[in-house]
């Protein structure tokens, strides 16, 4: 195996996850939002106040059912986009404050 071609690690130093951090401050910013405590969030998501702190803080990995329960947990739904369709995804997201909608129609296509 080439190792110019491995993939980079998603831990950093001190066995630290990039994405576990990320995911962690998705879910702190949604209970926050939410304006619930971590006890109520673990206890919604089934799981000890110590097993989500360890979560939100991208100290401990977790289960893919565990991240669904959590996220349900904070009024959240999680899911899985292809790599490609991200950016397309993201800024339909943070297109700005007012609901816009996701498709418009061409104004030429109206004068047929």
């Known amino acids: 195996m080439n190792p110019k071609k491995m993939r980079e690690p998603i831990t950093g130093r001190a066995g630290e996850s990039k994405l576990l951090t990320e995911l962690g401050l998705l879910f702190r910013q949604g209970r926050q939002r939410a ?3 971590q006890d109520q969030v673990a206890s919604r998501a089934g799981l000890s106040r110590p097993s989500y702190r360890a979560i939100e803080t991208g ?20 899911m899985l986009i292809p790599k490609q369709l991200v950016p397309a995804v993201q800024a339909m997201l943070h297109a ?11 104004p030429e296509d109206d004068r047929e």
């Open 59 to 78: 100290a401990a990995a977790a289960r893919a059912s565990t991240l669904v329960n959590i996220a349900r947990a904070l009024g959240m739904e999680m």
């Open 35 to 37: 304006r619930l405590t």
């Open 96 to 106: 700005g404050d007012e609901d816009q909608p996701a498709f418009t129609a061409d």
